[in-house]
């Protein structure tokens, strides 16, 4: 039986400052984003379409504002509106947690649009560019997850169960935030990565990582404890579930479009 370490949630103290883990994981998912971002910059098909480490730089400023805007405002809606409500000023502590991927995706495309317009590309131009960054941020926000001890599994009796002492039961559970890790994080950028090193359609890379993220979540859920001020809904399936289907079914529509666009566009070419 494994119990989970107990790491301490802060990292360094530098007096009276506290430097946490978490806080570490989220500046490491932004180092990774510049350094394989400036490896997708040297890219023939990509330097050829006039993209920049100006550019690189430009959209992490955007997308630091978007995900933490995005994914506060989006764990306030999604899972807690009838509480923040109430307690409207508790919007604004983001230090004592509270987070959504959802919502820091949609804050992450609001960022995408205006760097879009301030430099005068396609919207899925830049999603395309992106796309297969954004996985390095999920791994390393998942192992700040673990770390904390927090977004424990499910009961279960398999070798690696791992008991949390925050779920206050002394129950083997599944450690689903390195499953997360391992999928959205890690799996997924490894698909990416090797299938944008080609030229594609507009839009098929941004197709590709709505459908591969969407899947891994919503086949991680199954392990993961519900949010217990929600627990399972409609079909017995999680908020997190819920909110990756439409995902799941975009990421499809977008990958048919865009080849059946370039397909539409080549045979017109021929013609």
Known sequence: MLVHPQFDPVAIHLGPLAIRWYGLMYLAGFIMFLWFGRLRVRQPHNFLRGWTTRDLD?????????????????????????????????????????????????????????????????????????????????????????????????????????????????????????????????????????????????AAVSGAFLLGYGVFRFLAEFTREPDNFLGLLALNFSMGQWLSLPMILAGVIMMVWAYRRAGGASDTARA
């Open 58 to 202: 430009d959209l992490l400023f955007f997308g630091v504002l978007g995900v933490i805007l995005g994914g506060r405002l989006g764990y306030v809606l999604f899972y807690k509106p009838t509480y923040y409500l109430s307690h409207p000023l508790e919007i604004f502590k983001v230090w004592e947690g509270g987070m959504a991927f959802h919502g820091g995706f949609l804050g992450v495309l609001v960022a995408v649009w205006v760097f879009a317009r301030l430099r005068n590309r396609r919207w899925f131009e830049v999603t395309d560019f992106i796309a297969p960054l954004i996985p390095c941020g999920l791994a390393a926000g998942r192992i700040g997850n673990f770390i904390n001890g927090e977004l424990w599994g499910r009961p279960t009796d398999l070798p690696w169960g791992m008991i949390f002492p925050q779920a206050g039961d002394n129950i083997p559970r599944h450690p689903s935030q390195l499953y997360q890790f391992a999928g959205e994080g890690v799996a997924l950028f490894i698909i990416l990565w090797f299938y944008s090193r080609k030229p594609r359609p507009t």
